[in-house]
């Protein structure tokens, strides 16, 4: 475990009194401004439940591989399914990393306006008969997270000055999670399984096998490890909680390097809004707003570049752009990783 990963017991949350869960959203709150990451525990989904899981996605990678190609990416206008390693792009550079996207289970939009709106769609499943129960069990830990991440929001509307449900309700009625699960070969030298980036959204909670792998950077841009927590949850802020609450809150750059001599499975699970959310600054307590503009480091934080961005010189966390609605920014966030899927299926859009 790193020293510099505090540790946040979820239990007064949901079993203590008004003060011990006002302590706890305090706690939060200075967490999420000072380091953006933080070990989640007795969050309430049982190790049984997440065990089970992580085995679920050891057994999907472990299918033929003819399977798993039958769901390639590419097969996707939604940018859902399986994709081999060295498919995406994070901050330009490509990872090392084997892994299957899934979304909210939804019919596409014919002919969707906005644009954005084209992100709407199915998932790929592989077939129930290749392995039983994969879609029900991973279905089953969306659902979990996504209720799980719910309550996340609500303290961290309470460490903000605001009403418990005031994210919760911004969100809108179609919120907008997306869950990776992926397993991650030993790095190659040099390289790296996932590169230095910002998560994109807004709420991040991360299961991890028990092979340490992710990295975090110190405000004096060391690197320090966020090693796996036994029972626990990696939570850390996307810069769109980052730009909402005026950079009270930081996303902390990361990344992933894998060095032992086996394979590290891991599953990402991010909670983001309805597409059509504007992102519009919360009312955040005043004071939090000032101590932001105080510091230097929050200040001065940026977003990820776009991809026209990156083309035109900006540096992969400066970009200085504020999108005005959640979709076009997630709309960018997979045109960035996925340059040859948007221009197969978007090539208008993508002129």
Same mark, same amino acid.
């Given at each position: 475990m790193s020293a510099q990963i505090p540790v946040i017991n979820l239990a007064p949350w949901f079993d203590g009194d008004k003060p011990g869960r006002l302590e706890?959203?305090?706690? +939060? /709150?200075? +967490?999420?401004?000072e380091v953006g990451f933080? $070990?989640? %525990? =007795?969050?309430? %989904? #049982?190790?049984? +439940?997440?065990? /089970? $899981?992580l085995d679920a996605i050891r057994t999907f990678f472990a299918l033929p591989l003819e399977i798993r190609e039958a769901i390639d990416k590419h097969n996707s206008a939604h940018f859902r399914g399986w994709e081999k390693l060295g498919s995406e792009l994070t901050n330009n550079a490509v990872d090392y990393r084997e892994q299957i996207d899934i979304g909210v289970e939804? =019919?596409? %939009? &014919? =002919? #969707?306006? &906005? $644009? $954005?709106?084209?992100? +709407?769609? #199915?998932?790929?499943w592989p077939p129930a008969a290749s392995i039983p129960g994969f879609r029900e069990t991973v279905e089953d830990y969306f659902a979990r997270l996504s209720a799980l991440a719910r309550e996340v929001l609500r303290i961290m509307s309470l460490a903000l000055g605001l009403e418990e449900t005031h994210i919760e309700t911004v969100f809108g009625n179609n919120p907008s999670p997306y869950l990776k699960l992926i397993r991650y070969p030993q790095t190659l030298a040099g390289g790296h399984g996932v590169g230095v980036h910002k998560d994109s959204g807004f709420l991040t909670l991360l299961l991890q096998d028990r092979t340490p792998g992710l990295e975090a950077q110190a405000n004096d841009n060391s690197w320090y490890r966020v090693d796996p927590v036994p029972g626990s949850l990696v939570v850390n802020t996307g810069e769109l909680l980052q730009l909402v609450t005026h950079n009270y809150f930081i996303a902390t750059p990361h990344r992933v390097v894998n060095k032992a001599a086996c394979e590290r499975y891991s599953s990402a699970f991010f909670y983001s809004p309805d597409l059509t959310t504007r992102l519009d600054p919360l009312p955040v307590d005043p004071a939090l707003i000032a101590r932001a503009a105080r510091s230097e480091r929050h200040r001065n934080e940026g977003l990820m570049a776009s991809r026209a961005e990156l083309a035109a010189g900006t540096g992969g966390m400066a970009s200085q752009v504020r999108p005005a609605v959640f979709g076009e920014r997630y709309w960018q966030r997979w045109v960035r990783s996925y340059p040859d899927i948007a221009a197969k299926y978007y090539p208008g859009l993508m002129e």
């Open positions: 706890l959203c305090a706690r +939060v /709150g200075q +967490v999420c401004h933080f $070990y989640l %525990i =007795n969050h309430g %989904i #049982p190790a049984a +439940v997440s065990d /089970g $899981y939804r =019919n596409a %939009i &014919p =002919n #969707p306006e &906005p $644009y $954005y709106m084209a992100l +709407v769609g #199915p998932n790929q």
